[in-house]
């Protein structure tokens, strides 16, 4: 017996990441050293710091992947990856550097494989980052036929005395919550058990969608916040804390960005909440409170700024294509989220 027959395809393998090369070099930066092939990925830091300080980042996409595979349709998965990974990164003030992929497939489908590639190589140009290497494990017996896991990591850069750590938030700060591209990469579990359990298909267009299916509309891949975000702190806007809104929702993620002794108070009518949610809290009769903690609800991450600069931030980022809203603000407490329904 050789491993063809055991069910992994060596040569398939060398061909996948011939056909993916390209995808990889055009994410390159600078600072990258050697190319594609090796046993690591090397990359020189880039000059100008006096105290660099590294920011790493972990995450995958979830059972969103189940959709993907369920709609053959894998070009946007790959952006989600990313976007988990460098959003948590940039949170501290850092700017990513490079980006790593894991990928786990029981047979290898290159066409299906490339499509995800080349997500996540868009993902890293739309962030900045040098997709720097990645692993393709072919695990027969593992996974079943046409599915595939995803994991990513990403390692980012700032100047110490620019890190952002919680402890630069004020009482009174304004918290501008920017907009999300919808549900992102999180929460799909209670999604799919909505659709499964109330007889949906992905192909049907609720009312509230306005002549989208939900397929098209739950794919919608995660923004990615990196380079508006850099682009406002060198333009001279203030930001004293972020929080990027994955799992848990803003009473989550929001309060992890502040410093001790504070709270953030909240006023949810700031915003419109995107229709995709109006559908999932409607057809799984989930409660507003459940929601809140589940999903972002629009706003896929918060900035933190000083009052006399709010008005300031949100038409930055509205003259950036993202709408931004002055959504709560920061209160002495011992911490946590305030103004979540019940």
Sequence with gaps: MDYREAGVDVEAGRAFVDKIRNLVHRTYRPEVIGGLG????????????????????TDGVGTKLKLACELNQHDTVGIDLVAMCVNDVLTSGAEPLFFLDYLATGKLNQDQLTQVVAGISAGCELSGCALLGGETAEMPGFYPPGVYDLAGFCVGIVEKSQMLDGSQVQVGDIAIGLASSGVHSNGFSLVRKIVETGNFNWSDSPEQLAGKNLGEVLLTPTRIYVKPVLAARSAGVEIRGMAHITGGGLPENLPRCLGKGQ????????????????????????????????????????????????????????????????????????????????
């Design 38 to 57: 090796g046993f690591s990925g090397c990359f020189h830091l880039p000059s100008g710091y006096s105290e660099p300080v590294l920011v790493s980042g």
């Design 263 to 342: 709270y953030v108070r909240i006023d949810t009518s700031r915003w419109p909440v995107p229709p995709i949610f109006q559908w999932i809290a409607a057809a799984g009769e989930v409660s507003p409170k459940a929601m809140f903690e589940t999903f972002n609800m629009g706003i896929g991450f918060v900035l933190l700024v000083p009052p006399d600069q709010a008005e300031q931030t949100i038409s930055y980022f509205e003259s950036q294509d993202i709408a931004a809203y002055a959504i709560g603000e920061a209160i002495a407490g011992e911490g946590g989220l305030l103004g979540i329904p019940d």
